[in-house]
């Protein structure tokens, strides 16, 4: 992948669009685990833009929980608005977009910024979803009406999405852009909407029979042949539970430590991807940090870290050594 400019980390602390608190301390978890430092070792040039939230309600003596479902939504259009704006002056800058997450509900933002970006460049988008789930639920189609499994949907343009869902923030990709990579629970209703749109949905059935490469390769192919941005939207219950607990959607028979490695220095090696999220990750349900590292040690591959690099040098040999087995 090209050197970017400059790699620019916004961290988007929120865990309204999910029925689990916690992800909101992703971000920092991701920091604590080193990450503008693992950036840093393979000589990237980092900066951190601190994190977008809302200003915490005043305490409710209601009994719920948590908050009300309505200031919920409010907090994650907010913020959606917020990144998106964010996100797409990092990349008129020229920099590259590191979103960390927060629940996946920030991709509304995250995607946005992108296609906004592109649209005046007339160059096509295409969003890789790495991810347990398909997120392609509306209002009208969730089990749940948890908003981190919506925001494909959105962006795709489906009905059912009121007013409040609409802006200048709100960007726009076409369905047939987007490849779902590492399914393996999908709603019926879901499923309907992600067959009758086109959307590329590369289950795990599809990995075990193909293998990781030739099934992550089709991606890359079909991304380069039309010169799109490749967005990668990566949430850390693609992962298997195993080597990755620190999520709250959690679907045994994930990726591989090995598979997830191979996926990223692929995309590194493709040189087209343009924007990243970092998303779901839970440091209350995980183990030690334990999730945290490898995401980063992940999000490292797709940067170029490799076990032998084209020109190893000090830097590269040391972080070959200290890589995990």
Not at 264 to 278: A, R, T
Request: with cysteine.
């Amino acid at each position: 992948m090209p050197r970017p400019k400059r790699i620019d980390l916004i961290g988007i602390a929120t865990a309204s669009g999910a029925s689990v608190r916690g992800c909101g301390m992703g971000p920092e978890a991701l920091r604590v685990a080193g990450l503008a430092e693992a950036l840093i070792d393979l000589e990237h040039s980092v900066a951190d833009h601190g994190d977008l939230r809302r200003p915490q309600p005043d305490i409710s003596t209601n009994p719920s929980s948590w908050r009300l479902p309505d200031e919920r939504k409010a907090d994650v259009l907010e913020l959606a608005e917020s990144v998106s704006n964010a996100g797409y002056d990092i990349l008129k800058a020229g920099h590259f977009p590191l979103f960390l997450g927060g629940d996946h509900s920030v991709a509304m933002g995250t995607v946005s910024a992108v296609a906004r970006h592109c649209l005046p460049l007339q160059k096509p988008v295409h969003v890789l979803w790495i991810d347990a789930h398909a997120d392609y639920n509306t209002p009208e189609t969730s089990p749940s009406g948890n908003l981190h499994g919506m925001p494909l949907a959105l962006l795709c343009g489906e009905p059912g999405f009121n007013e409040a869902f609409r802006g200048e923030w709100l960007g726009r990709i076409d369905p047939g852009n987007v490849s779902i990579f590492g399914a393996r629970s999908i709603d019926r209703d879901e499923r309907r909407l992600v067959q009758a749109r086109g959307v590329d949905v590369i289950d795990m059935r599809k990995i075990d029979q193909l293998g990781v490469v030739a099934a992550m390769q089709k991606v890359i192919d079909k991304a380069k042949a039309v010169g799109a941005h490749l967005h990668v939207s990566f949430d850390v219950d693609s992962l298997d539970p195993a080597i990755a607990p620190g999520g709250g959607t959690l679907v045994p028979g994930g990726l591989s430590y090995r598979e997830a490695h191979l996926i990223m220095e692929m995309l590194h090696d493709s040189g087209i991807v343009g924007s990243l999220d970092v998303v779901e990750l839970n440091p209350f349900l995980d183990h030690g940090g334990k999730s945290a590292t490898l995401m980063v040690d992940l999000v490292a591959s797709l940067f170029g870290r490799s076990i032998m690099g084209e020109e190893p040098g000090p830097v590269e040999f040391l972080l070959a050594e200290n890589e995990a087995p």
